[in-house]
């Protein structure tokens, strides 16, 4: 089979289950679809498929636009059932208060999936740092149900690509926060749900008989015109030292090429020592001006312990991202930091970041 009767069958079968879909978070929410239709993963993130990494890059997200007929000319797969992927993100940081100017590779990520028939596939993902996810996902249930298992990050609120969302960096889910388990998931039409048992270690054994869980669930609606999405999360981890919930909404609203998403974190812990409450707020409106150019806008919110007064952030930003090709992303990004110590003093402050991310 040629490549380019490949891409039209692997195109016609999935227009014909969901229409375009993209991969970051915005992007679904642009689009009112789910992540699987561009990403090996259910719930979205690192390996695409092709009809993510070959059709939708090349002709939706890209400033310039590859013909049908010459699509075939970049193809990540290596047979006709092995496939390879990439995330290259290399970060031009400079931050004000600590007076740090570097260069960092942030991510340099490689895929490799094995399509072992229509429903199983096995899916490898290497990084630069310590952490890696090695899963099998089989499509087995009603419903568009499947069943995954082994080391992956689980299901819960967007799967960003912005690691420092506060949502992120100041609650559980760090990046390499992977964990060893399996999930069960239903995506039926607009409505998604899913739930999985795991190891809630950060080794390769678990550390007590309990075990962690991970529920997620989503609904998107279009009315008159508005695209709108709701989904809930929930995960529970039962540790030696103490009992950790985390638990919050995600959401968007889409009208036109404006998008708002969003998600609200709370996380509870329960020690011999002490209990705590924190709480995180992150959120996103981003207009694309023209294919493959958008300007966007941040706020996040951190606090630590809602019972103390202080201690809290605030966090604000403003960038663009451009997508030259389909397998290219430049994005500056400007941020003001305000920060409440102890004393209740506001700390205000400026951050920098340069992204060039390579990905296929």
């Known amino acids: ?181 399996i999930e069960i998931g239903l995506l039926p039409q607009n409505f998604s749900a899913s739930l999985g048992i795991f190891n809630g270690s950060s080794g390769s054994f678990d550390e007590n008989k309990s075990k962690a869980m991970a529920a997620r669930a989503e609904l998107r609606r279009n009315v008159s015109g508005i695209g709108l999405g709701l989904g809930g999360s929930y995960y529970y981890n039962r540790r030696p030292a103490a009992r950790v919930d985390m638990y919050g909404p995600f959401y968007y609203l889409k009208s036109g090429a404006l998008v708002l998403t969003g998600e609200i974190g709370l996380l509870g812990t329960d020690s011999d020592h002490s209990d705590g409450s924190a709480l995180a707020v992150s959120q996103e409106i981003a207009w694309e001006i023209k294919r493959g150019y958008w300007i966007k806008a941040q706020y996040d919110f951190s606090d630590p312990d809602i019972d103390i007064k202080s201690g809290a952030s605030v966090r604000y930003g403003a960038g663009l991202q451009y997508f030259p090709i389909g397998f290219v992303e430049i994005a500056p990004l400007i941020r003001y930091y305000d920060e409440i110590d102890a004393s209740g003093n506001h700390d205000g402050y400026v951050v920098f970041d340069g992204q060039l991310h390579f990905f296929f």
Not at 125 to 150: C, H
Not at 161 to 171: A, I, P, W, Y
């Open 1 to 181: 089979m040629t490549t380019k009767s490949k891409l039209i069958g692997i195109i016609t079968v999935a227009v014909a289950v969901a229409g375009a879909a993209y991969a970051l978070p915005r992007f679904a929410a642009r689009a009112e679809q789910k992540c699987n239709l561009c990403h090996i993963s259910p719930n979205g993130g690192g390996m695409r498929n092709s009809f993510g990494g070959q059709y939708f890059a090349q002709t939706e997200m890209a400033a310039r636009k590859v013909d049908f007929e010459d699509i075939g000319r970049f193809d990540p797969m290596v047979s006709n059932s092995i496939a390879i992927g990439a995330d290259i993100r290399t970060l031009y940081h400079h931050d004000e208060d600590t007076e740090q100017s570097t260069f960092f590779q942030m991510e340099g990520n490689f895929y490799l999936t094995a399509q072992l028939d229509e429903r199983f596939s096995a899916t490898l993902n290497r990084g630069l740092y310590s952490g890696f996810e090695a899963y099998g996902l089989a499509y087995l249930l009603p419903w568009e149900g499947y069943i995954k298992a082994g080391k992956f990050q689980p299901a819960y609120g967007w799967y960003t690509d912005d690691h420092t969302t506060f949502v992120r960096e100041k609650m559980l889910w760090r990046p390499g926060s992977y964990d060893t388990g």
